[in-house]
C-alpha cells in the first residue's frame, strides 16, 4: 500500500506548448477559457495556485517527476531508507519511488525517459519496455496507465547504469514521466512542454496569479539564496528538515515562466527569513532572468532563464499572515522585532512605546510584531526600487502590505501607524528623506474571505447566513478600506473567497453540497460586488483546486463549477461602482473620523476630545471622500478652542499644508486628485483644537 498522504495536509514556454494550450482548452475543461474582461472598469480578480505537490489538482507540470515523492534506495517503494544523490538530485543506487499517490483521472499514456540503462517496472502496470540508444545515452519508453480511480503509481529501477559503460548499481538520471495529454488519451505532452493545459485554462480566466503555495511560503525557512530550489531539481516535492507540509517549494525561475506563458501578473512572496542578499537576487531575476543558478545582472541577448515579460506587472509580498500565530513566520517575524529591539536604536520604537521586555522574557508584544512587518516590507520595496528604478515602482512593480481582515484596529493600524508616523512625517521628523505610504507600498489590507456561522446545517440556512451576505461582510471591508484610503495606497486582498473550513459535524456535508448548489455563484458574484462597493481593487481568489473548503474546482478537468461561474459572470460585467466615503463636494463632522492615531475606538471623537501635538488626545484623524473625476481640491476645516495651533492637512498620506490657526474656517488647495475613495488625515502638527467639520469641494 501507498502511503496516507493525507496525514501531513493542513486543515486549512514553447510554441508547441502554446499550440497544444490552444487547442485542446474546449475538450479537456469543461467550456475553455472564460471571455475576456471588459475594456472599462473591469473586475479585477487573481487566483492562489496550489504547491508543487503529486497529490494537488493543479497537476501543474506536464512531467510527473516534478512533483513525485522521494528515491527511495532498492525496489520497495515503502521502505524508509533514502537513495543516495549526486549534487543534482538524482539517485546514486538501485531506487524506487511514487510518482503520485491519492489522485483520479491519471490514466492515459505515459513516456518514460532518462540517462542511463535500467530495468523498470511499475506498480501496478508491470514491466516497462524500454529502448535504449547508446550515443545519446537515453532509454525511452510507454506504458498505459488504465486506472482512472483515485490511486497511485510507483516506479522501480533495478540494474542501473548511468553510463554503458557503468557498474550496475549506479543509478540513473535526467528521468522525466510525461502525463497525457487529458484522462484516457493515448499521446502524452512532449518533453518541450512544462507546465499542462488544463491548469492554464483555469489561470486565464483571471489576471493574477498568487504563487504562495507554490513557493511554499508558509514555514519556509530559506535564507540564503542557496537554500532555494533550482530550476534543475528533479522534484519540489521535497521536505528537507525544518520545513513544513510543502517542503521547500518550486523554482522561482518557473514563476516567470508560468506568468510568461500564460500572459498573467505574477504576485509574489518572500520567505520570512531571506536576507536583503536574497531578496536583491529575486528582484534581479524578474528583472534580468538567470543562468539557472543566479540571477544575471543586466540584460541578456539570450538568457537561459528569460525575466518577467515587460507587460506583466509584478505584486510583492513579505512572507504570508505573518500575524498569524499558526505559521513560523509569526515567530520568525516576532523574534525579529524582538533581536533589533534589543540591539537599541530601532525605529519601531520611535515612538517611545516599547515596554522595554523582549521575548523569551515575555509574550510577544503584538504591536512591534506589526511594526516589524512594515519595516521589513518597506526594506524589500527599497530593493526592488534598487533594481527596477522609480518609474517601475508601483506600476510594474507592485509592494503590498498585508494584514488580517477582521483586526483593522490592531494589525493593520499598528502597520498604518509606522507608515504614517514614522516613514511619512505625521509623527515627527524620523527619517531624512520622508515618504508617504504610496512610495512604499502599492496596495495593502486583509484578506476577503467570507464563512457562514458553524451551527448552520441545511443549505438554506446558509445560503441565508449573513457571514454568506453582504450585510455581514461589509463591516470588516469598510474598516480595512478607512485605513487604506487614509494611506493613498489601493485595497488589495491576497486572498479571499468562500471559506468553508472543516468543522468536525453537520457542516461539513452540508458545505460540500454547497460549492456545487447554483447559488454559490450568485453568492461568489453579491459578495465580490460588496468588495468593490466597499472600496475594494484586486481580490486574488483561494484556491484553484481543492475540497469544498476553499477549492474553486475539485478537479481541474472540470471548469463548469458554480465559483468558476461567477468568475466567468464577473469577467463579462463591469465593477460595482463605489459606494464608500462621502461623494465631493461634501462634509463630513469632525467628531466622525472614519480612523485616527488613537486606535480603532476614536469613532466617534468624544465631545471633549481634542486634537494635541502631545499625544494625550487625537493627534491625526482621518476623513474618506468619494471622488467621481479627476480634480483638484478645496479642503476646508471648521475649528474651534484652539490654542496655538499648527494644523496639517495629508491627502492620501501626502501633505497638502500646514497652516496656524486660532479657530474659524481654514482651507487647503490641493493639486490634482484622480477619482476613487481618498483618505484626508488632519494632524496636530503643535497645539490643540476641536475640528468641528471637513469639506471638500471640487476648485
Avoid at 81 to 110: E, Q, T, V
Avoid at 452 to 476: E, I, Q, R, V, Y
Amino acid at each position: 500500500m501507498y502511503p496516507d498522504f493525507h496525514a501531513s495536509m493542513p486543515t486549512r514556454s514553447t510554441a508547441l506548448a502554446s499550440l497544444l494550450f490552444a487547442s485542446l482548452t474546449l475538450a479537456c475543461c469543461g467550456g475553455g477559457v472564460a471571455s475576456a474582461a471588459p475594456t472599462a472598469d473591469p473586475n479585477l480578480m487573481g487566483i492562489n495556485i496550489s504547491a508543487p505537490l503529486d497529490w494537488e489538482e493543479d497537476r501543474l507540470y506536464a512531467d510527473v517527476i516534478r512533483m513525485s515523492r522521494d528515491f527511495i534506495r532498492g525496489t520497495d517503494e515503502n521502505a524508509t531508507k533514502p537513495s543516495p544523490l549526486d549534487s543534482n538530485g538524482w539517485p546514486r543506487s538501485d531506487f524506487s519511488f511514487y510518482a503520485w499517490a491519492g489522485i483520479g483521472n491519471m490514466n492515459g499514456a505515459y513516456t518514460l525517459s532518462f540517462k542511463g540503462r535500467a530495468n523498470v517496472s511499475g506498480n501496478p502496470v508491470g514491466r516497462i519496455p524500454l529502448k535504449y540508444d547508446q550515443a545519446t545515452d537515453t532509454s525511452t519508453g510507454t506504458f498505459q496507465y488504465r486506472d482512472a480511480r483515485a490511486s497511485f503509481l510507483a516506479l522501480r529501477f533495478s540494474a542501473t547504469k548511468r553510463t554503458a559503460s557503468s557498474p550496475a548499481g549506479t543509478g540513473v538520471t535526467d528521468i522525466r514521466l510525461m502525463r497525457p495529454l487529458a484522462p484516457g488519451s493515448s499521446t502524452s505532452y512532449p518533453p518541450s512542454v512544462l507546465f499542462t493545459n488544463p491548469v492554464k485554462a483555469l489561470i486565464s480566466r483571471f489576471s493574477v496569479v498568487r504563487f504562495m503555495d507554490y513557493l511554499a511560503t508558509n514555514r519556509n525557512v530559506q535564507t540564503n539564496w542557496s537554500d532555494r530550489a533550482l530550476p534543475s531539481t528533479p522534484s519540489f516535492n521535497r521536505r528537507p528538515a525544518g520545513y513544513g507540509w510543502q517542503g521547500r517549494g518550486g523554482a522561482w525561475e518557473h514563476v516567470i515562466e508560468l506568468a510568461n506563458e500564460t500572459g498573467r501578473d505574477a504576485w509574489i512572496n518572500i520567505p520570512a527569513r531571506a536576507t536583503d542578499a536574497y531578496v536583491r537576487n529575486v528582484a534581479l531575476l524578474f528583472a534580468y532572468g538567470s543562468d539557472g543558478v543566479n540571477p544575471y545582472k543586466s540584460r541578456q541577448i539570450d538568457p537561459v532563464y528569460p525575466p518577467l515579460s515587460p507587460n506583466l506587472r509584478l505584486y510583492v509580498e513579505y512572507s504570508n499572515e505573518v500575524w498569524n500565530g499558526g505559521f513560523t513566520q509569526f515567530a520568525d517575524n516576532c523574534m525579529a522585532a524582538s533581536r533589533e529591539l534589543s540591539a537599541g536604536n530601532s525605529p519601531l520604537d520611535w515612538d517611545g512605546s516599547w515596554n522595554g521586555v523582549t521575548y523569551p522574557n515575555a509574550s510577544w508584544n503584538w504591536t512591534m510584531c506589526n511594526r516589524h512587518t512594515t519595516e521589513r516590507s518597506v526594506r524589500i520595496s527599497d530593493i526592488f526600487r534598487s533594481v527596477f528604478g522609480d518609474a517601475a515602482m508601483m506600476t510594474r512593480i507592485r509592494p503590498v502590505l498585508m494584514s488580517q481582515l477582521g483586526n483593522a484596529g490592531a494589525v493593520l493600524k499598528d502597520e498604518a501607524d509606522m507608515l504614517l508616523d514614522y516613514y511619512d512625517d505625521l509623527g515627527g521628523n524620523f527619517v531624512p528623506d520622508p515618504h508617504p505610504p504610496n512610495y512604499y507600498f502599492y496596495g495593502g489590507g486583509g484578506s476577503a474571505y467570507y464563512n457562514p456561522a458553524l451551527k448552520d446545517s441545511t443549505l438554506g440556512m446558509l445560503f441565508a447566513d449573513p457571514g454568506m451576505n453582504p450585510s455581514g461582510f461589509s463591516p470588516a471591508l469598510k474598516a480595512d478600506a478607512a485605513l487604506i484610503a487614509a494611506m493613498g495606497i489601493e485595497r488589495v486582498a491576497y486572498e479571499g473567497g468562500p471559506s468553508l473550513d472543516k468543522t468536525g459535524g453537520v457542516r461539513d456535508e452540508v458545505s460540500a453540497r454547497a460549492v456545487e448548489d447554483p447559488r454559490m455563484t450568485r453568492t461568489v458574484v453579491d459578495m465580490h460586488n460588496a468588495w468593490s462597493e466597499n472600496g475594494g481593487g484586486l481580490l486574488v481568489y483561494y484556491l484553484s483546486t481543492g475540497d469544498y473548503r476553499w477549492g474553486f474546482t475539485a478537479d481541474v478537468y472540470n471548469l463548469s463549477t458554480p465559483k468558476l461561474s461567477a468568475i466567468d459572470a464577473l469577467n463579462a460585467s463591469r465593477r460595482a461602482p463605489l459606494a464608500l466615503g462621502t461623494p465631493i463636494p461634501g462634509s463630513i463632522q469632525g467628531k466622525k473620523p472614519d480612523a485616527c492615531s488613537r486606535g480603532w475606538g476614536c469613532n466617534p471623537i468624544q465631545a471633549w476630545d481634542y486634537f494635541t501635538a502631545d499625544g494625550s488626545k487625537i493627534v491625526w484623524a482621518s476623513y474618506s471622500f468619494r471622488s467621481s473625476a479627476p480634480s483638484s481640491w478645496t479642503v476646508s476645516l471648521s475649528v474651534s478652542n484652539a490654542d496655538n495651533a499648527r494644523i496639517s492637512v495629508y491627502v492620501d498620506g501626502r501633505l497638502v499644508s500646514r497652516k496656524d490657526t486660532e479657530g474659524g474656517p481654514i482651507s487647503f488647495k490641493t493639486g490634482l486628485i484622480g477619482p476613487g475613495l481618498h483618505g484626508v488625515i488632519v494632524d496636530a502638527a503643535s497645539g490643540t483644537f476641536r475640528l468641528d467639520s471637513v469639506s471638500v469641494a471640487r476648485n
